[in-house]
């Protein structure tokens, strides 16, 4: 028995590989098991190496999985590239119409395609192969019947055959699997659970977190892979009072978020890096003119257009310095869907709290990745709003230390919200002592920041800290480790910027800090050594997550060179 | 120095177009917020950067809300505004570098949202605050700062662009006649649509042009700048496109597109109510992804 089945569908951009894999996932959920997907594909609609890949379990997963149980090869290039990462014992499931291998003795050649059209059911081939896969696991065929059932009775005319048609091509992929006598390790049948769960992607995760946060508004401009956060808003951000918008530029979206902060409502943005780079201006701007707005970056690969459909954690230090000039802007970067949720709800009341901008940064894995999640409690998500003038203290919006109470366009205490360095009332100045209390209340507004939490686990002398969507791997890593008798402590948090004070102290005990985190520069751990914490980064640029046993066995490394360790 | 705020330490130049720009938003905004019974507080200016932003902060009497941002984007930043808040009356202030080089890609756009907003452009043909460089309206040969043979590239006309892009409202006027550019600019914001009104604001510095603009008789100098002749029909495209084809500049009135204006917010509210879009609460929306 095995409690994981790991399942790839390789081939090219169009032919439905991130689709099938999503399919296999979201029937697998409905039969009760945890699931969790990943995909990869070039930067084109058509053709280049695809694949998407499901991990289906009957325990909570954290990653997509090392190695494969099946890969389904839609091609030749299909099989040649994937074919390393299948684990011994695995089973090729390859498209005997486009090629042929030498070798079928754990391999089952299906024309599936060819399959699909004589059954008159041209779209069913991946439910062809989702049989013939789930066969092979043994998973009860019945309860994805069920969900065949569920997905394509939509009360239209045509439902009964649709339904009909795709369960009867489930059960002929099922008969060429039980032909074949191929078998994998059998699945664990799923766990009970008594817990309301949902699938849901990052993405939405995001949005939803935000919408409950009470956001207003939402303007963008489409970039992989950030669209999909604009997309959901401008279907669901639809509100009497609700603004979505399709700025022209990155420019003009972060321009207009701070109008649109300016005017008093809660707002946001989604982009990726290039986009991000067009921000800085804008950014700057609603930092000194204190203006609350959330970007949420959705980090890919690479500078410039870069790897725009590959997963990076890259852009940590331009999220927090996005500009020119003294800046520390939040960030909030969850770990997975879930975290996305809470992490999007705490970035708008972030903003608003110290009224002033906040980065949500993600990453392509998460943003895309489909999960099941136990159903987020909303009733946890306090939504606040930044402190309103009275017009007690007329025009004098930038008085104080800290964070003062913000007048409303159309209400009282009509000031100039102004992006050069200003006296209280607005009105540019360039008196130096005017520069340096402006600065120092810049500054001294993000203390209000201090409800951050963190994870803190085992011992503290040698610490295991990723952040992002590193946390997945990092965690079955340690996990591992752990069980293993390696003396190492997890500590994490969402919040990178700033940390929370305890965790800083925590980790400024320690010896060593050792920061796994896909970008080639070791960002997060850069920053940590400002701050006076013996950090060190494992690095990844492929564009691809972290496998859990490279990092095993490079925390085992790095623990074992006295070099890096502090005395 | 403002009347408002004595430690302020910004001035324009002695003779500088933008003062008679300046009392003329003071009088439009005046006007408006009687004839509605409103606050100035419900007027929103929105400056660029430059010498000419720097109104935002000179005007006298009660004070409309403001931002002074950065460089070129005054449009973006009163669209975010201006759809988040149909109720606020947005008026924006920009320079020909602002609101021509650096933020000309902005224009379009908003032309073709309809936003319910009035810009009001001052033209001084020249980078007035960075002392004198060329800008998209300095005239071909002109030597400036950073056109030491004379200016090579060719003057751009404001107005044949906005007319070009699809701008539904257009004016045209001098900061020299700051009754009737005080009433332009009020029948400017009480269009409901997209409104320019592109002003020629001398820089006593860097540009003199009002010479050129008045003309001299007496040397047989033609006027740079001529009134719109009274038969002039601003609903009649051709017309308008003629008007601003050529070197002289047309004072007055010069387009407005026939027929009812729908500005982008109404727009979006009429979609709405059509599509009877309802916003479906958060609990609702995880509860269609429960497995
Ligand atoms: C991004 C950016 N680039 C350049 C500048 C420098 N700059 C300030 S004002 C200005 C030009 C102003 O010209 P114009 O808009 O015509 O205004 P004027 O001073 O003539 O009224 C420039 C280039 C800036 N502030 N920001
Ligand atoms: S430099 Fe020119 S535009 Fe600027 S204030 Fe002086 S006269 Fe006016
Ligand atoms: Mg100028």
């Not at chain 1, 009760?32 to 280049?48: A, C, D, N, R």
Request: negative net charge; glycine residues 10%.
């Amino acid at each position: 028995m095995s409690n994981n089945l790991v399942v790839r569908f390789a081939g090219e951009g169009g032919q439905g590989v991130v689709g099938g894999a999503e399919l296999m996932a979201a029937a697998a959920a409905q039969g009760g098991y945890h699931v969790l997907t990943f995909s990869t594909f070039p930067s084109q609609i058509k053709g280049g190496p695809a694949w998407g890949q499901a991990r289906i379990s009957s325990e909570p997963t954290l990653t997509p999985g090392d190695y494969l149980d099946v890969l389904v090869a839609q091609n030749r290039y299909a099989y040649d590239f994937n074919i390393a990462e299948l684990r011994e014992g695995g089973i090729v499931v390859f498209n005997s119409e486009e090629f042929e291998l030498e070798d079928t003795s754990r391999a089952l050649g299906l024309p599936a395609d060819k399959m699909a059209r004589e059954a008159g059911n041209p779209l069913a081939s991946t439910i062809i192969l989702i049989g013939a896969v789930a066969q092979m696991a043994g998973v009860d065929l019945s309860a994805l019947e069920a969900f065949i059932t569920k997905r394509w009775t939509r009360g239209r005319a045509g439902d009964e055959q649709i339904v009909s048609g795709n369960i009867a091509a489930l059960r002929m992929g099922a008969e060429e699997a039980i032909k074949s006598g191929l078998k994998l390790e059998q699945l664990e049948a799923p766990k009970p659970d008594t817990t309301t769960r949902i699938l849901i992607r990052g993405y939405e995760a995001a949005c939803l977190g935000a919408i409950a946060a009470g956001l207003d508004s939402f303007i963008g401009y489409p970039i992989s892979p950030a669209t999909t956060m604009l997309v959901y808003m401008e279907q669901n951000l639809v509100g009497p009072d609700k603004f979505v918008g399709q700025a022209s530029s990155e420019i003009e979206s972060i321009a207009s978020l701070v109008g649109a902060g300016f005017s008093g409502k809660k707002v946001m943005t989604s982009t990726a890096g290039p986009g991000l780079s067009l921000m800085g201006e804008g950014l700057g701007l609603a930092w000194m003119a204190e203006i609350p707005l959330v970007v949420a970056d959705v980090q890919r690969g690479g500078p410039a257009t870069g790897l725009p459909t590959k997963t990076e954690q890259s852009d940590l230090i331009c999220a927090i310095n996005p500009g020119h000039g003294d800046m520390s802007v939040p960030v909030i970067a969850p770990g997975d869907p879930e975290e996305a949720f809470f992490a999007a709800a705490k970035a708008v009341n972030w903003a608003e709290r110290y009224q002033g901008p906040v980065i949500l940064l993600t990453e392509a894995s998460i943003a895309e990745r489909a999960q099941d999640i136990p159903m987020p409690d909303v009733s946890l998500i306090s939504q606040e709003s930044r402190i309103v003038s009275d017009g007690s203290v007329g025009n004098l919006r930038y008085k104080g230390d800290s964070v003062s109470p913000f007048p409303v366009p159309g209400g009282p205490g009509a000031y100039v919200a102004n992006g050069s360095e200003h006296d209280e009332q607005g009105d540019t100045t360039h008196l130096p002592e005017v520069h340096v209390a402006m600065t120092e209340r810049r500054f001294a507004k993000l203390k209000t920041l201090n409800d951050s939490t963190y994870e803190s686990e085992g011992p503290g002398e040698i610490i295991l800290l990723p952040w992002g969507g590193s946390k997945g791997a990092a965690r079955a890593a340690w996990l591992e480790l752990q069980a293993e008798g390696v003396n190492i402590g997890w500590r994490y948090t969402m919040f990178v910027n700033p940390l929370p004070e305890a965790l800083l102290a925590e980790l400024r005990a320690a010896k060593l800090v050792l920061v796994p985190e896909l970008n080639y520069l070791g960002q997060f751990s850069g920053i940590l050594r400002t701050l006076d914490v013996n950090a060190r980064s494992i690095t990844q640029y492929t564009g691809l997550p972290f496998k859990v046993a490279d990092l095993k066995s490079e925390v085992r490394t790095r623990m074992a060179s006295a070099s890096e360790v502090r005395a | 120095m403002s009347k408002r705020n004595p430690v302020y330490d910004f001035k324009w130049c002695p003779g500088c177009g933008d003062f008679g720009v300046k009392v003329a938003i003071e009088q439009a905004l005046a006007k408006r917020a009687i004839e509605r019974q409103e606050s100035v507080e419900k007027s929103a200016i929105i400056a660029g950067i430059g010498c000419s932003g720097n109104l935002v902060h000179l005007q006298e009497g009660p004070q409309p809300f403001g931002i002074h941002g950065i460089h070129g984007r005054t449009l973006p930043i009163a669209y975010g505004f201006k759809s988040n808040r149909p109720d606020m009356n947005v008026l924006v202030v920009s320079g020909d570098g602002d609101f021509l080089s650096i933020g000309a890609e902005h224009i379009g756009p908003q032309a073709r949202r309809n936003l319910d907003i009035t810009v009001v452009v001052m033209d001084n043909g020249i980078y007035g605050l960075t002392k004198g460089q060329a800008s998209p309206t300095t005239e071909f040969e002109v030597v400036t700062a950073t056109t030491r043979y004379g200016k090579l590239d060719d003057r751009m006309h404001p107005l044949e662009v906005y007319m070009g892009l699809g701008v539904p409202y257009i004016a045209s006027e001098m900061s020299s006649r700051v009754k009737q550019l005080g009433e332009a600019i009020k029948d400017a914001m009480d269009y409901p649509g997209f409104s320019i009104v592109h002003v020629q604001s001398p820089c006593t510095t860097y540009n003199d042009t009002y010479a050129l603009l008045k003309g001299d008789e007496k040397k047989g100098i033609e006027p740079l700048a001529f009134p719109i002749p009274e038969e002039h029909d601003v609903t009649d495209l051709d017309a308008a496109r003629k008007l601003v084809t050529g070197k002289r500049i047309p004072i007055g009135l010069i387009y407005k597109r026939a027929g009812e204006s729908v500005p982008g917010h109404e727009r979006l509210r009429l979609a709405k109510e059509r599509t009877k879009a309802t916003q479906a609460p958060v609990e609702r929306l995880l509860a269609a992804m429960t497995i």
